[in-house]
């Protein structure tokens, strides 16, 4: 389908004039806006005939933007025969519903534009459940008096529901219906999520999670750590739904890494809200890798969404500084000199690191860096594992670091092996009884 994409520049001074959970002024340039809109857009696989940034001065109840405006963006419709409009920024439903009719065109506004992406990125059960959930608030808000008549449908005064309701009000009765049995069915998945979690702490491998702002290259750089195969596509939204791999770092330790959504700014609030349950992966997280985009001369703007996010999610500012390590990604973009200059900086900053995920510039040096801040919590031990349980064996090798191995004779087997507090203890009650203590602990 051909689209128009408008960006509206709403005054600061007629901020109070804005639909209720309209963001205000975007810290990013109007240039950024609208090439992320173009994006969005795009990712759905919409032919953009024209972008325009749309200033308005005094944003109308009933169309946002003025009369002038409205013929300008029609005669664009005309022009290069388009049916559909994009407006970056929150409308109203009387305000979608006046502008397509100004027009003759389907009108869709930020929300529904990212929904409409979440729908089709969606591939497991929860991710699905979470877009149903957060499209029918979506639609519930918006149900209005689109006809004129509003007859009753069949007598009463609709106080109870039932024969005596309004059309308006049995969408709104059938739409709350459906939320209620979504919701349901989310819960059942959540408590399934968090079973799973419980069984990873079970098998204590530490979890790295990669969080960044939508197309910032986190599956690209997680299919460089883990050879993994997930689609990782230079487009917004390419990933959706949260994928963990089990890897070993070059130094032999275990850790499990989880690709997650990608963040954008303005992002609704009943989105945040449904998808919250998948972004309750990086709580769990011993590691955080904070993925951003140099090439973008937005991404300061795009890091500080990311971090307010985070910061919503119960990450403060202080447990940042313990568990995130930026990754500045796609430096293969820059020019030398700009390449150069990154690389300087970054030297002169703790946990921050420049890399490059389609050429693997950096990555050796980041992987031994996750091994090294991991490391600390490691203890060196040797265990004899008796003749009669050497499926302990096979777990060692699968969950803790084994360095050197000794046979002997009764069929028992030695094992030099570093391993985290919580695998002593799960070690312990594979065995049935204490184990000898740590020789020492293990620093690297």
């Known amino acids: 389908m ?40 795009r990712a759905i696989d919409l032919t953009i005939v024209q972008g325009l940034i749309v200033t308005v001065s005094q944003p109308r109840p009933a169309t946002l933007m003025g009369s002038g405006k409205i013929a300008e963006v029609k005669a664009l419709l005309d022009e290069f025969d388009a049916g559909l409009v994009i407006v970056d920024h929150p409308l109203t439903p009387v305000q979608q519903r006046n502008l397509e009719k100004e027009w003759g065109a389907k009108v869709i506004d930020r929300t529904g534009l990212i929904l409409e992406i979440f729908g089709r990125r969606a591939s497991t059960k929860e991710g699905t459940l979470q877009v149903d959930l957060a499209h029918l608030n979506y639609q519930k808000g918006r149900l209005v008096r ?76 997680f299919n460089r750590i883990t050879g993994a195969g997930v689609l990782a596509e230079d487009m917004l939204f390419a990933t959706l739904d949260p994928t963990l791999r089990r890897m070993k770092l070059p130094h032999g330790r275990t850790v499990i890494m989880s690709d997650t959504v990608g963040f954008i700014s303005d992002l609704p609030t009943h989105l945040v809200a449904a998808f919250r349950a998948t972004l309750e992966e990086v709580l769990e997280a011993d590691l955080i890798l904070h993925v951003r985009d140099m090439s973008d001369p937005d991404n300061g703007a795009q890091s500080a969404d990311v971090l307010r996010i985070l910061d919503d999610l119960g990450i403060d500012e202080k447990e940042r500084s313990e568990r995130i390590i930026e990754i500045w990604n796609k430096i293969d973009r820059l020019d030398p000199e700009n390449h150069d200059g990154i690389l300087q900086k970054a030297a002169g900053r703790a946990n921050v690191l420049p890399v490059s995920a389609i050429t693997g510039e950096g990555v050796d040096t980041l992987l031994d860096i996750i091994s090294q801040r991991l490391s600390g919590v490691l203890t060196e031990a040797t265990i004899t594992i008796p003749a009669d349980k050497h499926a302990v064996i096979s777990w060692l090798y699968e969950n803790a670091v084994v360095d050197g191995r000794e046979d002997h004779e009764d069929g028992s087997v030695s094992l030099d092996v570093r391993l985290t507090d919580r695998q002593a203890n799960e070690l312990e009650r594979k065995l049935g009884g204490p184990q000898p203590a740590p020789k020492e602990d293990w620093e690297r």
């Open 146 to 221: 689109s006809w004129t008549h509003l007859e009753r449908q069949r007598g009463g005064a609709g106080f109870m529901g039932g024969p005596g309701e309004t059309q308006i009000e049995a969408d709104r009765r059938m739409l709350q219906d459906k939320i209620i049995k979504l919701e349901r069915e989310l819960e059942q998945v959540v408590r399934t999520r968090q079973l799973h979690r419980a069984k990873r702490r079970k098998v204590p491998h530490p979890i790295v999670a990669l969080v960044g702002y939508t197309n910032a290259g986190k599956s690209t750089l």
């Open 2 to 41: 051909r689209a128009l994409v408008l960006v509206p520049v709403l005054k600061q001074a007629k901020a109070q004039a804005l639909p209720e959970g309209a963001p205000p002024a975007p810290s990013r340039s109007n240039e950024a806006r609208l090439e992320e809109a173009i994006g969005l857009a």
